[in-house]
């Protein structure tokens, strides 16, 4: 699979795998910029944001964010699509489907 299908892919899932009957998911449909996805709670109004990674195959490699994600709370999450499992802040979940 080329590199960009894989990104779409992991985008794709890491919103299935935040939508549930409590939140809305917004996203970056553009692809540029430092968030890839928003979390709204229906109930609270509270948000999270989201910059969406692949990860290897092999191994976890975490990333750095910039200053900017920082600055703006942005949580990262790493999508394996070859073991089918979701990392969100240090938690592995296997993918829903």
Do not use: W
């Amino acid at each position: 699979m080329q590199f960009f299908n894989r990104g779409i892919k992991a985008h794709l899932l890491a919103a299935q795998h935040l939508i549930d009957d409590d939140h809305f998911v917004f996203t970056n449909f553009c692809g540029v910029g430092p968030i890839d996805l928003v979390r709204l709670n229906i109930k609270t109004k509270q948000f999270d944001l989201f910059d969406v990674k692949t990860d290897a195959d092999e191994h976890h490699r975490k990333r750095e964010r910039s200053e900017l994600q920082i600055k703006l709370g942005v949580k990262l999450i790493y999508v394996n699509l070859h073991k089918r499992t979701i990392r969100v802040e240090g938690r592995v979940e296997e993918l829903r489907t």
